[in-house]
């Protein structure tokens, strides 16, 4: 989806909000009033939410966002939604979703951070791998690997890894989590989640191709398919693994799917609907 033109207008258009409130002189009139409309959005939600507060007493109940649509009288989809909507928020966990520690049969994973820039040739591989279109990157090397820098250093692009039987086999594996873009500030974004081999240093492609679940015209040549503006998380429920997706794209707007992979074999156990 993010072919070779489309990462450059993201490591040079998709500044986040808080680099445009700080970018002095240099920002352009657009820029301006992207952060204007943000910094709007963002009042209106805190305003809203303050207003259902005092008209429910001061509870911070709300009626369920998270609507089960599929997966309806299995165990970890019925837990899943209690867990989604024990959270008081009028927007959607786009990003990331959390899980609620008074819920003892689900686990949030332990991501660690790592130094993106040190790890600079694991991404460009995993930018080969799932965006066959990035041919700037073996074109104009030293010019992507500058952009790629600064990107780094201004928070757009982050590495974290977890340690997780990913896909239910009995053996652990290294998850990677790639942020390509600040999620919903930037113009594109995304978060993939990826498996590394035993090494920690490139990626294991069998295991991480169950991972992708996004819509292909081709899984031969494009593996990933539609990879923009989805963000995947990951969590444990009763000890085993599961993914899920959030995705911005207008077709799928509204919607997140929770995954499960057996050996290998994803298949999609629950789909919830989100309603504000």
């Known amino acids: 989806m993010i072919t070779s033109l489309k990462i450059s207008l993201s490591r040079f258009q998709g500044t986040p909000h808080k680099a445009i409130a700080q970018g002095g002189d240099n920002v352009t009139v657009q820029q301006r009033i992207s952060l204007c409309q943000?910094?709007?959005?963002?009042?209106l939600q805190r305003l809203t939410f303050v207003a259902v507060l005092l008209g429910a007493?001061?509870?911070?109940?709300?009626?369920?966002?998270?609507?089960?649509?599929?997966?309806?009288?299995?165990?970890?989809?019925?837990?899943?939604?209690?867990?989604?909507n024990s959270f008081a928020y009028r927007y959607p966990m786009a990003c990331e979703r959390r899980i609620n520690p008074d819920f003892n049969n689900f686990k949030e994973l332990e991501w660690k951070e790592l130094n993106a820039w040190e790890n600079r040739e694991l991404i460009i591989e995993l930018t080969k791998f799932i965006d066959p279109g990035a041919k700037s990157v073996d074109v104009s090397r030293e010019f992507w690997l500058r952009v790629l820098k600064r990107d780094i250093e201004n928070g757009q692009v982050r590495l974290r890894v977890a340690k997780v039987d990913i896909d239910n086999d009995g053996k652990i594996e290294t998850v990677l989590k790639y942020q390509d873009g600040a999620c919903q500030l930037t113009r594109l974004y995304a978060t993939p989640i990826l498996v590394l081999d035993e090494t920690g240093k490139h990626l294991d492609k069998q295991k991480t191709l169950p991972l992708l679940q996004n819509e292909s015209m081709d899984r031969t040549r494009d593996p990933a398919g539609g990879w923009g503006y989805s963000m995947y998380d990951v969590f444990l429920y009763?000890?085993?693994?599961y993914f899920d997706k959030w995705s911005n794209v207008q077709t799928d707007t509204g919607f997140l799917h929770v995954y499960r992979d057996k050996k290998g074999q994803a298949k999609e156990v629950c789909t919830y609907k989100y309603t504000d």
């Open 57 to 84: 007493g001061g509870s911070a109940a709300l009626a369920d966002s998270y609507e089960l649509v599929e997966g309806k009288g299995v165990a970890v989809c019925e837990a899943y939604k209690t867990n989604l």
């Open 38 to 43: 943000f910094l709007r959005s963002q009042f």
């Open 238 to 241: 009763r000890d085993e693994g």
